[in-house]
């Protein structure tokens, strides 16, 4: 049957995917040096990565087809299809659904505990510290330093072999996708992606605006007034 090419991935879900890249390898660069120079940076590299996975989210519910969770989130018979090689569908397969869900769940972990954190060696204050206790800013610490970057390390490498497993091993060519937004397919009934118009993408984007300014302080209390200096008596 001939191939025919289908638009599966909508701009914003490609900006989305190539922004998460550089931005989770920014922070993974600076988050070395976060008691120096670097704190500040890896702080709004932080926010930016909120943004990002807050406009995902809801991208997931108003987005193109593809793009929604309904459409991708495996249930256990595509599971099954997938593995006796029974399933032909456009998008992510399965497996490769998992991979994405996991990766958007640890990379939102990892970012949330930073926000609770303690600043190191006092270079920066992480946003929400105010909002939580000394014993549970150093536990949300010692997790996002010391643990949580290796979980998400080893997911993206997870999900970059199996990129590499498709492209040497099956043939398929996972990447061009997105960055053209289009795959091949030889399925006839095969649809183009559909929805995901400006509307949605107006108001993901100002929810994203949103959680980044409560993620950044927005809604803490304000710091309690400096007392008052008095002039001496003499």
């Known amino acids: 049957m001939e191939k025919r090419l289908v638009k599966v991935w909508d701009i914003p879900t490609r900006l989305f995917h190539w922004l998460l890249v550089a931005l989770v390898a920014a922070a993974f660069l600076t988050g070395f040096d976060v008691g120096g120079s670097f704190g500040e940076i890896h702080k709004t590299i932080g926010l930016a990565v909120v943004g990002l996975l807050a406009f995902r989210i809801v991208w997931g519910f108003v987005g193109s087809t593809y793009a929604r969770f309904t459409q991708f989130v495996p249930g256990p018979g595509r ?3 997938y593995l006796r090689g029974q399933w032909h569908e456009l998008g992510h397969n399965p497996l490769g659904a998992f991979s994405v869900l996991a990766l958007l769940t640890l990379t ?7 926000l609770f954190a303690s600043g190191e060696n006092g270079s920066f204050t992480p946003p929400l510290n105010a909002l939580v206790s000394s014993a549970t800013s150093d536990a949300f610490t010692g997790f996002h330093a010391r643990f949580g970057w290796w979980l998400v390390a080893a997911i993206v490498c997870l999900h970059v072999a199996s990129i590499v497993f498709y492209a040497v091993v099956k043939k398929h060519f996972l990447l061009p996708a997105m960055f053209t937004g289009r795959a091949e397919t030889d399925d006839a009934d095969a649809q183009d992606a559909r929805g995901g118009g400006w509307l949605a993408f107006v108001v993901a984007v100002v929810i994203a605006v949103a959680v980044v300014w409560v993620a950044d302080g927005g809604l803490n209390p304000p710091p309690p007034p ?4 008095t002039a001496p008596a003499w």
Do not use: H, K, N
């Open 108 to 114: 939102l972990i990892q970012v949330v505990s930073g």
């Open 79 to 81: 599971v099954f299809a």
């Open 226 to 229: 400096m007392p008052e200096q």
